[in-house]
């Protein structure tokens, strides 16, 4: 496991990180977490273009689920800061989608509880003094 921390002064440097970290992943499971406003949907949209999406991200928070086909995979963008009992997951049939081969970005990851697998990689946001403070921890890696 590694943990890597990060001081992000701005959006476009939140934007520029998340792009960086998208060329880097597969099909993993990344878990996105902070208060409303840490940057979670800014972090998102950075690896969504890190990839080479160009359109618009949008937070998921009513829909629940963004999807985004680029052609060469999938990406599914997951926002779960509206449910209430993590059963509501099966009417968009949580576990087919986490089985599925795309890479999963979830915002709200707590309020699924145990519905979820263990992520791949854990990502906290919190603001500082008008930047974002990003910790996270790479479950993929081994050693110390």
Known sequence: MKTTTVELPDADATLDWGAALGIELGNELVYLRGELGAGKTTLARGILRGLGHTGPVK????????????????ILHFDFYRIVDPEE????????L??????????????????????DLDIWLQEISGGRLLEMVDHRSSGP
């Open 89 to 96: 997951l099966e009417f968009i049939g949580i576990d087919d």
């Open 98 to 119: 986490m089985g599925s081969a795309a890479l999963k970005l979830i915002e709200w990851p707590e309020r699924a509880r145990d519905r979820l697998p263990d992520p």
């Open 59 to 74: 937070s998921p928070t009513y829909t629940l689920l963004e999807p985004y086909d680029l052609g060469h995979r999938e």
